[in-house]
């Protein structure tokens, strides 16, 4: 009877026009969700700090707009009546005298940012925006371990760093200077392209870029993008159109050839575009969005390019 009930119900909803639930979208392609959803990160190194380090340089450098993520394993053992500690030293919180972290755990593994000497405990940090640290641009951590005496100590740290980062520079359009197309990105076809600043066109932040034409020619906005060869990655953009719209298309190029492109058509409101790709032996793709005009008046705005590790 419950089979039956249930059978009806499925019938009638259907009668009614209900239709099952999209699929999931894809996870949010920015460097902190990637992070927070443990997908994989852009960068990840590995480096070795012994007990008696004062400071060392972290394996990997920063840029605007990472996320980074510090993680260590190892023992070092500090001579004496303090003995033998893991990465997050002990609840003995130091001040005065010569500790080099202020105001740190004794014996632990910290971090500094060397642009303003902003320094935090490094045995596993989570997901960090250096932002959140007033560390803006390029930068880089030293690691070092909190002891005044540094000469007896024996063993050592292994640290793991993972950096996310979006391989797309500017990609949401945010340092564009004025309002031309200016360098990470570039432009092809004869006709008119830009960036609206601030005036409320944007899918996020306040910039975003576009093409408008009333010709029929080919007009794209482009950027070069270093990669790993032999790699997959997958890249991300929003996008929308005028009502009337001609043939677009969206995609990574080679050196040589193409590697991938996908065609769109009108496109009511922001949506998410997404493209997955593999390098070959390219070092470096060009990512494109353009379209073939109508012959009457028309334009494509779009915002939050990204490229990250497949």
């Given amino acids: ?171 949401g359009f945010e340092r564009q200077p004025n309002r031309g197309v200016s360098a990470p990105w570039h432009a092809e076809g004869p006709d008119h392209k830009g960036v609206d600043i601030r005036l409320g066109y944007a899918n996020s932040g306040g910039n975003n870029a576009f093409i408008r034409t009333g010709s029929r020619n080919w007009n794209a906005v482009t950027q070069y993008v270093p990669l790993r060869p032999h790699a997959s990655y997958r890249m991300r953009v929003f996008l929308r159109t005028s009502p009337v719209f001609g043939a677009g298309y969206l995609g990574v190029r080679g050196a040589s050839t193409g590697l991938v492109e996908r065609p769109y058509g009108v496109v009511n409101g922001y949506q998410e575009h997404t493209i997955d790709f593999t390098t070959g032996a390219n070092g470096a793709v060009t990512v494109f969005l353009g379209y073939w005009a109508p012959g009457s008046d028309s334009w494509v705005q779009m915002d939050d390019f990204a490229i990250y590790p497949a």
């Fill in 1 to 171: 009877m419950r089979n039956l009930l249930l059978l009806v119900l499925t019938m009638i909803g259907l009668a009614a026009g209900v239709q099952s639930a999209p699929a999931a979208a894809p996870a949010p392609m920015t460097p902190w969700s990637r992070c927070q959803n443990g997908q994989p990160a852009t960068y990840t190194a590995t480096k070795w700090v012994h007990g008696s380090t004062y400071l060392t340089a972290a394996p990997l450098a920063l840029q605007a707009g990472d996320v980074i993520h510090l993680s260590a394993t190892g023992t070092i053992n500090t001579g004496g009546w303090s003995g033998s500690h893991g990465p997050a030293g002990s609840n003995t919180i130091t001040w005065g005298g010569n500790w080099p972290h202020q105001g740190g755990r004794a014996y632990s593994l910290y971090g500094r940012f060397a642009g303003n000497g902003v320094k935090f405990l490094a045995a596993n940090t989570g997901c960090m925006d250096p932002a959140g640290y007033h560390s803006g641009g390029n930068d880089r951590i030293d690691l070092g371990i909190n002891d005044e005496n540094l000469s007896d100590n024996t063993g050592g740290f292994t640290v793991t760093m993972r950096v996310y980062r979006n391989l797309v520079q500017d990609g």
